[in-house]
């Protein structure tokens, strides 16, 4: 067995009805809480002002940035880095999904470090030199997991390049996952995002720095979206399969947490910089068919595990066998939860290929694959997964 470090600093408070203990939570902070949130709109408000009562009833005042981006931009963080200064916050409540999370954790590190969030970007030219406002973290979609992860994600319109901060500052303290907010996501965003914490777990499970413990986190939350997720889309209202998925992020969450991503997300997140219209799951989904068929060879005894997960009549098989099926699985899959479709049904212009590659390869993510890419393999990748029957 490989030797290993694990480090996971956020209090996870899980289960339907959980937000009701948002204000016990939040006032071990502070008293002057900043809510970070998308506009209102039908489905989120009553959750917003719910949770805005709920700070007050414990003595925590509330000053609501309402001005998150879905894909954040470093514009949409300084808005609400400025918002929490003038404010003088104690504390940031990201409540939404992984956009708002992470415009939270970008405030709470602007508002106490010099200069702006983008410039603690991976690669970027500062560091995280000490403690930022504590992150609490209420997702609503069942997906990113960065209510425990370190990450943020963000923007850069100017150069349409999207990017991350990872540091161990931004760990949320606390996360409060309550499976009822994510009860009012459409149908395709509980694919988009479900299938975000698929490749989650996927990819952290046949990372090169995958350890027995992100193994166990990364397996069980492939077995729950592979149980879960479908059923989920014939019948959103089904609180047992939310509660599933909910949780299955949050495991994903974890094992990305302690391992990170693979080529799709370096390739996804190069995507969402170059078209910010597209859904970082619809990103990552793009390109899998593609990533599968490339690095099967490289991981023979891992690829074939997620296929027999599928398909557990494949446990009579090779590893080869079952392995070299996993694409044609994935592809069924994708065909079953709606997101089956090519880069050209995103509207990425032919001509933003070479950029998407060169983008890919100024974050670290394709270097930690099983097989290590050449910029030529990945457009070639990008060509093949252009149109699709
Ligand atoms: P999102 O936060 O961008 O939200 C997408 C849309 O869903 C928004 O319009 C939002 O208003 C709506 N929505 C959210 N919850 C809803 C609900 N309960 N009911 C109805 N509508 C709802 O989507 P996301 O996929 O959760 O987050 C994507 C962002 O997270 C991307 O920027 C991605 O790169 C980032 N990300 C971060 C991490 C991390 O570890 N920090 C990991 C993966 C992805």
Known sequence: MSSFSYYQPTRIHFGFGKLEEVGRIVSRYGKRALLVTVPPFQALEPVFEKTKRLLRESGVEVAHFDQVIPNPTTESISWGAEMARDFHADVVVGLGGGSSIDTAKAIALEVTHEGTAWEYRLFGERKVTREILPIIAIPTTSGTGSQVTAVSVLTNSGERFKSAIVDPHLF?????????????????????????????????????????????????????????????????????????????????????????????????????????????????????????????????????????????????????????????????????????????????????????????FKLPDYSVNPRVPTKEDVLALLESAYSRK
């Not at 694919?191 to 046949?206: C, I, L, M, R």
């Not at 098989?317 to 994935?330: F, Q, R, T, W």
């Not at 592809?331 to 933003?352: Q, V």
């Open 172 to 360: 949320p303290k606390e996360a409060i996952v309550d499976p009822e907010l994510v009860m009012s996501l459409p149908p395709h965003l509980t694919a988009s995002t479900g299938f975000d914490a698929f490749a989650h777990a996927f990819e952290s499970y046949v990372h090169v720095n995958a350890n027995p413990y992100t193994d166990l986190l990364a397996l069980e939350a492939m077995r729950l979206v592979i149980r879960f997720l479908p059923p989920l889309l014939n019948n959103p209202a089904d609180r047992r399969a939310r509660e599933h998925m909910a949780w299955a992020d949050t495991l994903a969450g974890l094992s990305i947490a302690n391992c990170g991503t693979t080529l799709p997300h370096g390739i996804g997140m190069a995507i969402g910089g170059k078209a910010p219209w597209v859904m970082h799951g619809e990103a990552l989904a793009v390109v899998y068919p593609e990533f599968l068929r490339y690095t099967a060879p490289y991981a023979l005894e891992k690829f074939a595990a997620v296929a027999r997960m599928f398909r557990p009549e494949l446990l009579g098989e090779k590893d080869e066998v079952a392995a070299l099926a996993l694409e044609e699985i994935m592809n069924a899959f994708l065909k079953e939860i709606g997101m089956w479709f090519g880069l050209e049904d995103l509207r990425i212009p032919r001509e933003d290929l070479p950029g998407i590659v060169e983008d890919t």
